[in-house]
């Protein structure tokens, strides 16, 4: 081989060794080796005693000497003996090697089928770890970046005021009023991250009951009633006499996003309607506005954390973080529920909740 090539080979058995290493320090790697670990002891060890067993059942094959001696001497019994006891003896052996072999190819089998099996289980016990941990990271970073926006508002808010020397007192109170509202924001953004938080821990019980449809509506509609008069929205309550099964507070605060999203999203001057119907063993609760309605893309996309349809379009100065709709969805599906939207452009979009039906 001439020197360029030997090179390259060594460029590449280096190159291939590192990933092997990089591989085999992966948790993945390790886990497996782990059930390798356990299959193989497994294995060897029946293996051993089998082979023990059988090989010692096979040395019993040979004749006691006793059984061959008549009492006389020079008998032909006396002269076959040995020879019939070196040819069971030879066959014993090649018995012994045989099962032998065998034993080793089963186990050759075992520590190769083993490898790909331990590595397919590992993967599959750790998958559902990896997504939660990546999903964790992205929420971090998502997060991260929302609580940065105000703040660097607030920063250059200040930092341009510090630099004024002649501040007026009506300048400074303006300077005040900004950062009051930056905070504002500031602190809904993590009050909505920490009920998030809360709900997706797993083991949260929710005080379940049979809650009235219109408690829920009306708590709601007290909550969202000082911004739908600020834009002299009309909400249009027709919640029946019916029951679901929940936590009043927590379907309240689900509702209140739907409610908060269509005056938000709405032109002034425009009505926002809740109905509710009973489908079987469900309560259909869905709050329809006359906004500007939400595009096929966005709407299998509203749902996800920190989604924000189009800003130049439906969120126009309208503040959000996008998490208003992750948050309802979280909610409704604890419940056993199902979370939906049905939208026409210029026209409206109508949010419902299926919630499991009381009684
Ligand atoms: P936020 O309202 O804080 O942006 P949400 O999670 O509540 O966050 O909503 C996600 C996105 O869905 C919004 O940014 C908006 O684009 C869209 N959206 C939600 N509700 C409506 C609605 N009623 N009409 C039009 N668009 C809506």
């Known amino acids: 081989m001439n020197r360029p090539r030997a090179a390259t080979a060594a460029r590449y058995i280096k190159s291939g060794w590192r990933h092997v290493r990089h591989f085999l320090g992966t948790p993945t790697a390790r886990l497996a080796a782990s059930y390798l670990l356990v299959v193989m002891v497994m294995s060897l060890s029946f293996s051993v005693v089998s082979y023990n067993t059988s090989s010692r059942e096979l040395g019993r094959q040979i004749p006691p000497s006793s059984l061959f001696s008549t009492g006389r001497r020079g008998s032909a019994n006396d002269l076959t003996a040995p020879r019939i006891n070196d040819f069971l003896q030879d066959r014993i052996d090649e018995g012994r090697h045989t099962l032998l072999a065998r034993f080793i190819l089963v186990n050759l089998l075992v520590l190769a089928s083993g490898a ?27 997060a991260s970046h929302e609580l940065r926006t105000p703040l660097t508002a607030i920063q250059t808010t200040n930092e341009v005021a510090l630099r004024d020397k002649k501040m007026s007192l009506n300048g400074a109170k303006t300077v005040i009023r900004q950062n009051v509202e930056e905070v504002a924001k500031l602190k809904a953004l993590t009050d909505g991250l920490l009920t998030l938080a809360r709900h997706e821990a797993d083991g949260e019980e929710l005080p379940y009951e049979p809650v009235s449809v219109q408690d829920i509506a009306s708590d709601a509609m007290n909550r969202v009633m ?23 507070q927590a379907l309240a605060q689900a509702l209140v996003i739907l409610l908060d999203n269509a005056i938000k999203y709405s032109p002034e001057r425009t009505t926002v309607y809740v109905t509710g119907n009973k489908r079987s063993k469900q309560v259909v609760l869905s709050v329809r506005d006359e906004g500007p309605g939400i595009r096929p893309y966005d709407m299998r996309k509203i749902f996800d954390r920190f989604y924000r349809a189009d800003q130049s379009r439906s969120a126009q100065h309208v503040t959000g973080h996008g998490i208003g709709l992750a948050l309802a969805k979280k909610i409704v ?27």
């Open 333 to 359: 599906e604890q419940h056993g529920g199902e979370i939906s939207v049905a939208s026409s452009i210029g026209k409206g979009s109508t949010f419902s909740l299926k919630l499991p039906v009381a009684g």
């Open 116 to 142: 790909v099996l331990s590595y397919y289980l590992a993967r599959r016990t750790l998958q559902p770890i990896e997504d939660s941990m990546e999903a964790q990271a992205q929420f971090i970073s998502d």
């Open 226 to 248: 000082p911004a739908a008069l600020e834009k002299h929205i009309a909400i249009d309550d027709q919640t029946p006499q019916l029951m679901v099964f929940g936590d009043r």
